[in-house]
Nanobody, 126 residues
Framework: QVQLVESGGGQVQAGGSLRLSCRAS?????VAWFRQAPGKEREAVAA????????IYTDSMKGRFAISGDGAKNTVYLQIDTLKPEDTAVYYC??????????????????????WGQGTQVTVSS
C-alpha cells in the first residue's frame, strides 16, 4: 500500500513560482498531479511513468507546469511557473498500485489511480 504526502503549497503572488512535493512511502509505478478548484471538478495536471520518465500533460497545463521525480528520495515534484489566480486549487498527488502498461491520455484519468494524497492548497493572489 502506498502512502502519499504532499507539501509545498501556500499563498503566492501571481507571476511567482512554486514547487510542490509528493513523498511516497511505497513503490511508485505511475504517478500524477491533479487539482481541484472551488466549485470545480478535479482535473489532471500531469502524469509520470516512473520506470522510463515518460510524461504527459493536460493540454491547458502545458508550458507552466513540469512534473519530475527523484528516485533517491522517492518523491514526485510539480513545478509551477508564472502562477495565475486561476491556478488556485488543492493539488493532489496520485499513484497507481502497479504499472498500467499504458501511456498517453489514460494516465490523465483519475480512475487510473488507486492511491491519493490529502492534497496541498495553492492560493494565488493578484
Amino acid at each position: 500500500q502506498v502512502q502519499l504526502v504532499e507539501s509545498g503549497g501556500g499563498q503566492v503572488q501571481a507571476g511567482g513560482s512554486l514547487r510542490l512535493s509528493c513523498r511516497a512511502s511505497g513503490r511508485i509505478y505511475d504517478v500524477a498531479w491533479f487539482r481541484q478548484a472551488p466549485g470545480k471538478e478535479r482535473e489532471a495536471v500531469a502524469a509520470l511513468k516512473w520506470s522510463d520518465g515518460y510524461t504527459i500533460y493536460t493540454d491547458s497545463m502545458k508550458g507552466r507546469f513540469a512534473i519530475s521525480g527523484d528516485g533517491a528520495k522517492n518523491t514526485v515534484y510539480l513545478q509551477i511557473d508564472t502562477l495565475k489566480p486561476e491556478d488556485t486549487a488543492v493539488y493532489y498527488c496520485a499513484a497507481t498500485r502497479g504499472s498500467t502498461y499504458y501511456s498517453g491520455p489514460y494516465l490523465l484519468e483519475p480512475g487510473t489511480y488507486a492511491y491519493w494524497g490529502q492534497g496541498t492548497q495553492v492560493t494565488v493572489s493578484s
